[in-house]
């Protein structure tokens, strides 16, 4: 089955500064790849995903990079936020019915 | 639209007894439900898939006979934490797929605490 590695698990940066969360699958056929930010005791959000027919999405401060070949993606957050802290999670699935998998999660704390 | 309304969202009950979660469809027929558990610090662990109509399929480790799914209608989808202990205690959130297949929505998850 699919296996997602998430690192850091942990990542502290200045406001203003740049943010990079890194994820890795096994799973050769999963085609959809989503980032949620969660909250203590809340559902996951979805704040932004991207299919594996396209290498990169951006929405605002926000984008997501995928290499097929490598089988990474990874999340960039630009000029971050004291707002922006929380537990960011990487998923990946198959299209069709297969559920998210997710990553271990990564405490992004932004400090001003 | 795409909500899925989960409840309780807070149990506390008692080691030896059971428990029921339960996970509605309230605008859309959910064909396949996800349920998840997530302990404090961790990540969301997939627990078992439940299609409607059909025994759920269980993630590798979860005790099916603890763990009762079931998914009898399009819109709803339960799970019942049969003689809890304490180490059942986490966060249990159901998830459903809805539209073409790449839209995920989540319940709004339940606190389980067994004493």
């Known amino acids: 089955g699919e296996n997602v590695e998430q690192h850091p698990s942990t990542l502290s940066v200045q406001e203003g500064d740049s943010a990079v969360i890194k994820c890795t699958y096994s799973?050769?056929?999963?085609?959809?790849f989503p980032w949620y930010k969660q909250e203590l005791g809340k559902r996951p959000q979805l704040i932004i995903d991207i299919r594996s027919n396209v290498g990169e999405k951006k929405d605002q401060r926000i984008a997501v990079t995928l290499n097929k070949t490598a089988k990474h993606f990874s999340l960039h957050i630009t000029e971050t936020q004291p707002e922006d802290s929380a537990v960011y999670f990487c998923?990946?699935?198959?299209?069709?019915?297969?559920?998210?998998?997710f990553g271990k999660g990564t405490t992004l704390s932004v400090s001003s | 639209g795409a909500v899925v309304s989960q409840h309780p969202s807070r149990v506390i009950c008692k080691s030896g007894t059971s428990v029921k979660i339960e996970c509605r469809s309230l605008?859309?027929?959910?064909?396949?439900m996800f349920w998840y558990r997530q302990f404090p610090k961790q990540s969301l662990m997939l627990m078992a898939t439940?299609?409607?109509?059909?025994?759920?399929?269980?993630e590798q480790g979860v005790e099916k006979d603890k763990f009762l799914i079931n998914h009898a209608s399009l819109t709803l989808s339960t799970l019942t934490v049969t003689s809890a202990h304490p180490e059942d205690s986490s966060f249990y959130i159901c998830?459903?797929?809805?539209?073409?297949?790449?839209?995920?929505?989540f319940g709004s998850g339940t606190r389980l605490t067994v004493v």
């Open positions: 439940s299609n409607e109509g059909s025994k759920a399929t269980y």
């Open positions: 998923a990946a699935s198959r299209v069709g019915g297969t559920a998210l998998i």
């Open positions: 799973d050769s056929a999963s085609n959809y």
């Open positions: 998830s459903a797929i809805y539209g073409q297949g790449y839209g995920y929505t």
């Open positions: 605008d859309f027929q959910a064909t396949t």
